[in-house]
């Protein structure tokens, strides 16, 4: 996209804006829009008044909010942030503000919102522009500049009212506000198509990947080998030499050790993983918490090169090897160890099989998330899978590593061109709202 630069510029008078056009002008945010909304307006309104209540999770990264819910006035006239249609809204906690959340408000009931209290509210003065106002909002610099002013600690950090309120910004006139904003809103349009594209390839790719895996586990490498029935409701046929048994009769399954805070002396400490630490075929090894593993138990609760680590809860069956990252470790009760009794089990074909089982549903009744909230060593020892022997559980774990490897280094690159996208509409709103590019023809 080649476009076109402003005939003149002037010195700003704003440090990391530099130049601006001739013509447009550097207001602090203060001077054209409310920063401080207050509810006097809505107090006078009947209480049963049907509002929308927008929690942080309904508004959208760089636009968009989600109106399912209403609500009486009188329920969450106290106690939540206000803002009417036409306003701006804008996360003030991390890392809501660093992603982007923030969203013109329009079409709500009654014309009216109510949200969390994490939010900054501009509501555009009669010479701004609700649009332009709301992408000067999205703009890199905003939200870079704004991140550098945060106060606070760790996951606590907000953008004050007062970086809001003083943030200076060059303006245009209304006009070209408005023709910045419309230019803005087709070519954004046509960014977020091909992302959502690419989004949806994703999608696709990491089905093909699901579905190569499950049926390489469950049917073998080879498509003419005779099939029989396993006996197992959720598998159908299995290859006729394969064999169904519980995973105990492979696999020993042991649950790791529960915390207890008031009995950490800091004697024969060990670090531990948890059930976070354990993502799909990885373990996070950085930060590692500690807690007491005394001589009698250290055996049991120490992980060897080879062992699968299971989750309990949270994404339930989610499964990595432990590769021996560190000298020593041990693991939390949300984990359990899974330890092939003998060497003709592959470990690295029951995580393919345990991936293809989650994925499924297996774990859950009906492929519901929301009916078991843990997979308890019981369940896990007791479930009923194929086992091809062993030249044939290595030849699928081999295929697997290969053909998944090269999906995900097609959704590798998938994800490396969304985020260009996402770059380059981030610069392209800055420039737009800054001045660097003169848009008012394209616009038109």
């Not at 001077?31 to 927008?54: C, G, H, Q, Y």
């Not at 895996?213 to 006729?240: C, F, H, Y």
């Not at 699968?308 to 160890?337: M, N, P």
Request: glycine residues 8%; proline residues 5%.
């Amino acid at each position: 996209m080649k476009l076109a630069l402003y005939p003149k510029y002037k010195p700003s008078g704003v440090e990391w804006v530099r130049e601006i056009p001739e013509d447009w002008q550097s207001f602090r945010l203060r001077f054209v829009a409310i920063t401080s909304v207050t509810k006097k307006e809505v107090r006078e309104l009947d209480p049963e008044t049907k509002v929308s209540f927008i929690p942080m999770e309904a508004v959208g990264e760089y636009g968009g909010l989600h109106l399912g819910t209403a609500k009486p006035l009188s329920k969450v006239v106290d106690g939540y942030t206000y803002f009417r249609n036409g306003d701006v809204i804008v996360a003030k906690i991390t890392p809501c503000f660093e992603n982007g959340k923030g969203a013109l408000a329009s079409r709500m009931f009654s014309g009216i919102g109510f949200g969390t209290t994490e939010l900054h509210v501009l509501r555009p003065s009669g010479h701004m522009d609700a649009r332009f106002l709301l992408y000067l909002t999205f703009s890199d610099h905003f939200r870079r500049i704004g991140t550098a002013s945060m106060f606070g600690a760790g996951g606590q950090k907000r953008i004050s009212d007062d970086f809001i309120r003083n943030f200076r910004h060059p303006v245009p006139c209304l006009s070209e506000q408005r023709a910045i904003a419309a230019f803005l809103d087709r070519e954004t349009a046509k960014i977020d198509r091909l992302v959502a594209r690419k989004e949806r390839l994703i999608e696709l790719l990491q089905e093909k990947r699901t579905a190569l895996i499950t049926r390489a586990v469950t049917q073998g490498l080879d498509p003419n080998v005779p099939m029989k029935k396993s006996g197992v409701e959720w598998l159908g046929e299995i290859p006729v030499h394969w064999h169904i048994a519980p995973v105990y009769s492979r696999y020993e399954v042991a649950l790791g050790k529960m915390l207890d805070a008031k009995r950490v002396t800091g004697e024969s400490s060990g670090k531990y993983l948890r059930n976070v630490d354990v993502q799909w075929d990885s373990v996070n090894i950085e930060d590692l918490p500690e807690m007491d593993f005394p001589p009698t138990e250290r055996n049991r609760y120490l992980l060897r090169s080879g062992d699968l680590l299971v989750c309990e809860g949270g994404e339930v069956g989610r499964t990595a090897i432990w590769g021996s990252e560190l000298d020593e470790c041990f693991y939390q009760k949300a984990i359990h160890r899974v330890r092939p009794w003998s060497d003709s089990e592959i470990p690295r074909f029951f995580y393919f099989m345990m991936y293809g089982l989650a994925k499924r549903g297996v774990f859950t009744a009906g492929g519901n998330p929301n009916t078991i909230a843990h997979l308890t060593a019981v369940q896990l020892r007791h479930y009923r899978v194929p086992f091809p022997s062993t030249g044939e559980q290595r030849a699928i774990a081999a295929f697997l590593d290969c053909e998944t490897a090269k999906i995900d280094a097609l959704i590798a690159k998938v994800r490396q061109a969304i985020d260009h996208l996402k770059e380059f509409r981030a610069a392209l709103i800055s420039a737009a709202v800054t001045g660097k590019i003169d848009v008012r023809e394209e616009a038109s």
